[in-house]
């Protein structure tokens, strides 16, 4: 029974509606309130909470199609019939309701009533164990179609500790011509016969740290069925990538060629990494992923990077924006907000596309290096160091090393590329303000520190900042990083250098949505009274770390004055008032800036990042191209008319499906609880009317006036579709405004004009010197002529031409003008120029070299030029037979004019 994508999708919810299943929407690519995992890459991962027992729901029973991504598995894209990066996966579930024999049954029906699946080709595995799950099938199956298998492939378990359980797949026999033809190939087997299309999991154990399996109160069900998978079923093809979800971007690819009349080979694994790859970029960029150097970023960036090198492989270039509009109009209908994205998805792959083009030559080019350097000395296996520099130098993952090795029949010393990897995570390890340790060590040292002393934390820490600056406190815990790990003290003072202090409760906020940390002082009296100093605590830093749910927030600083003692009761922690103020003018800015933007911009844009200081802000944000100058104009007065204007700026407490419910905005990869907190900019009683209403734990004004004033100084691009405005406020507007206008005040005197009339003088000024240039030029030119002449004759008998000669006081443009003075007259011999000039605080250079030349001594004027830089520093670029050069400026000259004989001597003598 052949059925479209659209036809199974309505069939699975159909039937599951039915058996009292609430239908879900497919969650976001990025998890919610989960930063342990890149991606959503499974059926259940949205329902984690549900499954551990954290949320109750009041639907015991849910379905969905689920869009997921995963990349562990992405050197088999292409390789196989059904390996995807992207795919949807289809899925009931139960909490605490229906179990194992509804869960049985209804897949069965489903597959064989409604898909009309043959019931000859399906064979169901279980775990060796489960006699509950054997029974079940028995009834439905003949006993030997049931295969009995081990933890390895039927147990699920979501770590060493807590829920796991049995699970039952069931598999399609697709034909022995898919097989592998050994002869222990049975379900279960590796290869494309036996094609697992839906499994059965029964979450109903918890496993203990001893291994041993409690029982769990609520017993659960999740079920996951590949989309693409069984569609290749039902449609009767081959492959993933022969089913209707994937024919408009294969022949898309053909579409293009024919387009720009191109023959290309319908090469099978670039055409599958190429659909394969660009679907899950859509997809990524649509829910907002944008590519970066790490993380999420990185995976998307990678991606697309394998996609284009693909492309090239078979003759495309460019072709991603064109090939993605596919993609968006085969899953429109099941994801309409593709359309709304698509202007963004297509300027950020064209962008990243071009980008890697020039990056994917100067790699190859470099690989090619490398691999005639191992041809040459008869060696199959590159070492790390060689490997590593084309990731370190040209961004390319290691998957897309390896396979330029592959197709040069050389591998890769995985061991020593590994090591080189290390060796550059050390230098980019997290900083906690001077300590250069890694975030998960602090979190391993305070978690030990914490279970040692649970009555000390049986409590959660509590911050306070958000209505004191200065509250008496007690210190918890001082604690120092020494010979490479944390250590607990009993006491410290001004020899002890950086340390960190936990206290009962504090002020100070820690770093944290962007907003830097509070700076202050911890300070330590004699008694109850307060008046008597006895230490002193600089704070210069504050992190917060969650531990087992728990937040712990560690000042960093130094002690200044005396000595602390662990347990200190007589203790006041203050804020830097100053710098929180300034903090919180900046921070409700970029709120106010995002309302703005989208009211200028549309609704497409969203906040990808921010960094709020106390001496200014950044905000990043998705918008595809730069804004006009008068658009900006318009967004900074508008801000400031609010700020004058003088709103409230309020914050509430609120569960988290209250504050999406009154359309509170939230970042689209923050971890929020279940309660939230969010900011309100507006007098409105109703929340949708107001100015600015975002999920936000940072601190802010009481009221847009405390803003003051508001400044945008510059915009930006800082990614494929991800804008920058950086800007100012308060004070540092004035600052800002005074030192121009200070500068203004000293360009009208040393133009002699007023102000007013500084922008005509200095346009005049330039036309006059560009005047004067050009008589200069013309005069340059006729002096070099001359000049040029005697050296030519002068060589007229050389069967080659050799000039080595610097001019004094020429600039580069005239400089080039000699050279093809030169060349011009050299039509029939073979040459090597090589001039030299200094102007005003720069030396130049330009080197060029015949045709002839080159074949003869095998010799590049860009590899000669590198001979002379290497040497005297400097940076060159050109082609293979003129390169130009800026040379460092005290460098001697007739010691450059000699090195240069030298070189080029060894050549023709």
């Not at 990678?302 to 492309?311: D, P, S, V």
């Not at 990083?481 to 906020?509: M, S």
């Not at 030299?836 to 590049?860: G, H, Q, V």
Request: with cysteine.
């Amino acid at each position: 029974m052949f059925l479209s994508h659209i036809e199974l999708r309505e069939k699975f919810f159909e039937f599951f509606e039915k058996r009292g299943h609430k239908i879900l929407k497919s969650a976001s690519l990025i998890p919610e309130n989960d930063s342990s995992i890149l991606f959503n890459s499974a059926g259940m991962v949205p329902f984690k909470d549900m499954f551990l027992g954290k949320i109750k729901s009041s639907n015991k029973r849910i379905a969905t199609i689920q869009k997921c991504v995963r990349t562990n598995d992405i050197e088999n894209i292409g390789m196989t019939n059904r390996h995807l990066s992207f795919f949807e996966m289809i899925g009931n579930f139960s909490f605490g309701d229906y179990f194992k024999k509804e869960a049985i049954l209804w897949a069965w029906e489903f597959l064989i009533d409604e898909i009309k699946l043959q019931k000859e080709k399906l064979y169901v595995t279980i775990y060796k164990d489960d006699m509950e799950a054997f029974e079940i099938w028995r009834e439905i199956i003949d006993e030997n179609r049931i295969i009995k298998l081990g933890e390895d492939t039927n147990f699920w378990s979501i770590g060493k500790i807590g829920p796991c359980g049995p699970c039952s797949e069931i598999l399609f026999d697709r034909g022995e011509q898919f097989g592998c033809n050994k002869a222990n190939c049975q379900p279960g087997c590796d290869c494309d016969r036996y094609l697992e299309v839906w499994n059965l999991v029964f979450t109903q154990f918890d496993i203990q740290e001893n291994g041993d399996l409690k029982p769990l109160a609520q017993k659960n069900i999740d079920t996951g069925m590949g989309l693409e998978r069984i569609l290749s079923v039902v449609q009767n093809v081959e492959s993933v990538y022969e089913t209707d979800v994937f024919q408009s971007i294969w022949q898309g690819i053909f579409d293009i060629a024919k387009k720009r009349s191109l023959k290309i080979i319908e090469n099978k694994k670039a055409f599958r990494i190429i659909c394969d790859h660009l679907r899950s970029s859509v997809f990524l960029i649509c829910d907002g992923v944008f590519p970066a150097n790490e993380g999420r970023g990185y995976v998307l960036k990678r991606l697309i990077r394998r996609a284009t090198r693909q492309g090239n492989k078979i003759g495309l270039y460019n072709f991603l924006q064109n090939l993605s509009s596919k993609v968006i109009e085969n899953m429109k209908e099941v994801y309409p907000y593709l359309i709304e994205k698509q202007e963004l998805c297509f300027e950020i792959l064209k962008s990243e596309e071009e980008k890697f083009q020039e990056t994917i030559l100067n790699a190859e080019k470099f690989f090619n290096e490398i691999k005639a350097k191992y041809e040459k000395k008869d060696e199959k296996i590159i070492n790390g160091k060689d490997a590593f520099k084309l990731f370190d130098t040209y961004g390319l993952p290691f998957d897309l090393i390896e396979e330029l090795a592959d197709e040069a029949n050389l591998g890769i010393n995985r061991k020593e590329y590994d090591a080189e990897m290390q060796k550059q995570k050390e230098l980019s390890r997290n900083i906690a303000e001077g300590w250069a340790i890694e975030e998960d060590s602090i979190k391993k040292s305070l978690k030990k520190i914490i279970d040692e002393n649970k009555d000390k934390y049986s409590i959660d820490q509590k911050f306070v900042g958000y209505t004191n600056t200065e509250i008496k406190t007690e210190i918890l815990d001082i604690i120092k990083f020494e010979n490479n790990e944390i250590i607990k003290l009993d006491f410290a003072d001004t020899n002890f250098g950086e340390i960190g202090i936990i206290l009962k409760e504090t002020p100070f906020y820690a770093e944290s949505g962007g907003q830097k940390s509070d700076f202050g002082a911890i300070e330590a009296y004699k008694d109850d009274n307060f008046l008597e100093l006895i230490a002193k605590f600089e704070v210069k830093n504050s992190k917060k770390y969650s531990i087992d749910g728990k937040n712990i927030i560690v000042n960093f600083g130094e002690i200044k004055i005396g000595k602390l003692d662990l347990g200190t009761k007589n203790v006041r922690a203050k804020i830097d008032i100053e710098r929180r103020n300034a903090i919180k003018r900046n921070h409700t800015s970029t709120h106010l800036l995002q309302a703005i933007l989208r009211k200028y911009l549309g609704n497409n844009v969203e906040q990808a990042g921010s960094e709020v200081r106390d001496d200014g802000f950044r905000f990043d944000f998705t918008y595809s191209k730069s804004i006009d100058f008068s658009i900006i104009q318009n967004i900074e007065l508008e801000i400031n008319k609010i700020i004058l204007d003088a709103y409230k700026v309020q914050t509430f407490d609120m569960n988290l499906d209250e504050a999406k419910k009154v359309g509170a905005l939230s970042l689209f990869d923050e971890k929020y609880g279940v309660k939230v907190r969010v900011v309100k900019i507006g007098n409105s009683e109703n929340w949708r009317n107001n100015i600015s209403l975002e999920f936000c734990g940072g601190t802010h004004v009481n009221n847009t006036s405390e803003i003051g004033s508001f400044k945008i100084l510059s915009e930006s691009s800082v990614a494929s579709g991800v804008r920058r405005i950086e800007g100012i406020t308060g004070l540092a507007v004035y600052d800002f405004l005074h030192k121009n206008l200070e500068t203004l005040s000293d360009i009208s005197k040393i133009l002699k004009v007023n102000s007013d009339k500084i922008l005509y003088q200095l346009e005049s000024n330039i036309e006059k010197t560009k005047n004067l240039e050009k008589k200069i030029e013309k005069l340059n030119i006729n002096f070099i002529n001359i000049e040029l002449e005697k050296l030519i004759n002068q060589k007229a008998n050389k069967n080659i031409f050799v000039i080595v000669h610097y001019f004094d006081e020429i600039d580069v443009n005239t400089l080039r003008i000699a050279v093809d003075i030169v060349k011009n007259k050299m039509t029939n011999n073979d040459y090597f120029i090589f001039f030299l000039a200094r102007n005003i605080d720069k030396m130049n250079a330009i080197l060029a070299i015949s045709d002839t030349f080159k074949e003869k001594y095998n010799e590049t004027a860009k590899t000669l030029m590198k001979k002379i830089t290497d040497k005297f520093g400097g940076g060159s670029g050109g082609r293979d037979n003129m390169v130009q050069a800026g040379l460092r400026n005290d460098e001697n000259i007739k010691n450059i004019l000699d090195f240069v004989k030298d070189l080029i001597n060894k050549f023709i003598n």
